[in-house]
Nanobody, 124 residues
Framework: QVQLVESGGGLVQAGGSLRLSCAASGLTFSSRGMGWFRQAPGKEREFVAGIDWRGSSMFHADFVKGRFTISRDNAKNTVYLQMNSLKPEDTAVYYC?????????????????WGQGTQVTVSS
């Protein structure tokens, strides 16, 4: 059974930092592209960052470039999202997702498995 379990969310003041983690099990993590998406209340889910199987290719949405960084540790079956300089508009539920293939992707339809999400709230 595939499981993606996010952690690290919480309440932080604007300008602060959080590091999200996503622990994967039940799949061959090291051969899958991974991604982070988010969904704010009343809004559609949107791409945040993606990474390929080796961690050599990464994409970040324009609105997080220079502030967020995706990374992975295949030995720990874990993907991370380091979030710095957080803004109130970053408030959302953040989801981890896994692809069936090795490459990175920005499209949610390319991802086969999803975590339950972790809430990030940024106060002004």
């Amino acid at each position: 059974q595939v499981q993606l379990v996010e952690s690290g969310g919480g309440l932080v003041q604007a300008g602060g930092s959080l590091r999200l983690s996503c622990a994967a099990s039940g799949l061959t993590f090291s051969s899958r592209g991974m991604g982070w998406f988010r969904q704010a209340p009343g809004k559609e889910r949107e791409f945040v960052a993606g990474i390929d199987w080796r961690g050599s290719s990464m994409f970040h949405a324009d609105f997080v470039k220079g502030r967020f960084t995706i990374s992975r540790d295949n030995a720990k079956n874990t993907v991370y999202l380091q979030m710095n300089s957080l803004k109130p508009e970053d408030t959302a539920v953040y989801y981890c997702a896994a692809r069936a293939s090795v490459g990175a992707s920005m499209n949610d339809y390319d991802f086969d498995y999803w975590g339950q999400g972790t809430q990030v709230t940024v106060s002004s």
